[in-house]
């Protein structure tokens, strides 16, 4: 079964407004990073979290262990803040491997 | 964001033809992961390195694939007898320390026909 749920899968913004995605972990996540993929391919590393929360211009993250879950808000979306969105998990199991979310494909319009 | 420079951008190869993409990683990151990107947004671990050494590599891996992180080369991911549902987004990434934030590639976009 899926190690990690991210939902919504799709989502489409206004420019300006705000939503947030979340991740569900069925793993014992110790670590979670939230990556931006562009239509060419390139992921961008967005955040990496222990659990806690981070702020980055017009994004925050937080991270839950007890809980499992993960959040990435998006304030004041942008046009190019489009693209998918994954979260992944590093697990006590195997620190070797990240265990990707499906991703949330995002689209921004004006 | 990343410096990790992966190459070919694409590669078309015909089934049963060996199948060969590079990485270099970020300057000074001695740990090297590939993944795997289907169609369907599903990511799999094929294998890491810490320098030139073999951290973990999955069966897939041990059977069709070889890599290789050689010292003061790029590393490289090779698959020897391509199959079409070896089609994907191979990703390379790199850190300072395990799996703690990666940066990626652009991805080598493999098409086997």
């Known amino acids: 079964g899926d190690k990690v749920k991210q939902s919504p899968s799709a989502l489409s913004l206004q420019e300006g407004t705000n939503s947030a995605l979340r991740c569900n972990f069925s793993?014992?996540?110790?670590?979670v990073q939230w990556f931006l993929q562009n239509p060419r391919g390139s992921l961008m590393n967005l955040f990496y979290l222990v659990p806690g929360t981070k702020e980055n211009g017009r994004l925050k993250s937080a991270f839950d262990s007890k809980e499992s879950y993960s959040t990435l808000h998006i304030r004041d979306a942008q046009l190019e803040d489009s693209g998918t969105y994954f979260c992944?998990?590093?697990?006590?199991?195997?620190?070797?491997?990240?265990?990707f979310g499906s991703g949330t494909k995002l689209t921004v319009e004006p | 964001n990343s410096k990790v420079i992966q190459t070919p951008r694409y590669l078309v190869k015909g089934q049963g033809q060996k199948a060969k993409m590079r990485c270099i990683p970020e300057k000074g990151h001695p740990v090297v992961f590939w993944y795997q990107q289907n169609k369907n947004n599903e990511f799999k671990f094929l294998i890491n390195?810490?320098?030139?050494?073999?951290?973990?590599q999955i069966d897939m891996t041990e059977k069709r694939f070889s890599a290789e992180c050689p010292s003061n080369s790029p590393c490289s991911l090779e698959i020897q007898s391509s199959e079409a549902g070896d089609s994907a987004l191979y990703l390379c990434?790199?850190?300072?320390?395990?799996?703690?934030?990666?940066?990626f590639g652009h991805g080598t976009k493999l098409s086997v026909l």
């Open positions: 990434a790199s850190s300072l320390l395990g799996n703690e934030r990666l940066f």
């Open positions: 793993i014992a996540a110790t670590t």
């Open positions: 390195f810490q320098n030139q050494e073999v951290l973990q």
């Open positions: 992944a998990a590093e697990a006590m199991s195997n620190y070797n491997v990240l265990y």
